[in-house]
């Protein structure tokens, strides 16, 4: 994405801001220092463009670090999802459970989950073993949750991704998407590795393994590190202050 781009962009999502009635200034913490921007063409298209962005203080102006970089949202494209900021628009798509849709909004990242941990991470790990769930069940009390499953006493969930067992998910980060876990609202988003060829995933953001190890080496919680994903035309939540 080159500077013309970007500056197009980030003024499209100011702009937006005043259509969907949102906060700017409240929707990034006033302690973040590091922002992920992930940005798509429209609602409905999978390729998406992440790039980073920090400043050295709360008072300062937000700066591009590395390259942007390609990667893979959902299969069906971006919905709002509850985070940061809520969204009232009900002309554009919200994320439901199980609709292929990466969540579009302003998230924390939370945690790091990986099976073996990379040198230079700073942010909270959480290891993967074979007991290691991510709840999608919207009827079980640990929906949209990452738990060990040996240390619950009764399950009460129907459905569940393994992580242990899925190749893509041995390095991620997680996604606030959704944190009062209301049922049917998206559960467990991570950002994860992007391996082989696919139309989409089931509603993270999927880097190309290098890239996805430069960012988790980035990100320092110290910082309040947010994402922040959207179409280029809908992001209506960046403060008017955030130029490039």
């Not at 992930?38 to 203080?57: K, P, Q």
Request: overall charge positive; glycine content about 10%.
């Amino acid at each position: 994405m080159n500077t013309v781009v970007l500056i197009k962009t980030l003024s499209l999502l100011a702009l937006s801001c005043l259509a969907f009635g949102a906060k700017a200034s409240d929707a990034i913490p006033v302690g973040c220092r590091q922002i992920v921007l992930v940005i798509a063409s429209d609602w409905d298209s999978s390729s998406a463009t992440l790039r980073r962005f920090s400043r050295s203080g709360t008072q300062e102006s937000w700066s591009a670090v590395g390259d942007a970089v390609p990667a893979l949202i959902g299969e069906h494209g971006f919905g709002w999802a509850a985070g940061l900021l809520s969204i009232s628009d009900e002309r554009s798509p919200r994320k439901r459970e199980g609709d292929r849709r990466s969540p579009a909004g302003v998230f924390r990242l939370t945690t790091v989950f990986c099976r073996d941990k990379p040198d230079g991470i700073r942010m909270p790990v959480f290891p993967i073993t074979p007991g290691t769930e991510a709840i999608d069940d919207p009827n079980s009390r640990y929906y949209n949750q990452v738990v060990d499953r040996r240390n619950i006493a009764h399950p009460d969930w129907r459905s569940s991704e393994r992580m242990s067992k899925i190749g893509d998910y041995a390095l991620c980060v997680g996604v606030g998407s959704n944190p009062s876990r209301q049922p049917g609202g998206g559960s467990c988003v991570f950002l994860h590795v992007w391996s082989g060829q696919r139309p989409g995933t089931a509603g993270c953001t999927a880097l190309r393994r290098p890239d996805l190890l430069t960012l988790v080496r980035w990100l320092d919680p110290a910082q309040t590190p947010v994402l922040i994903q959207a179409p280029r035309n809908a992001a209506g939540f960046l403060p008017a202050s955030l130029r490039f």
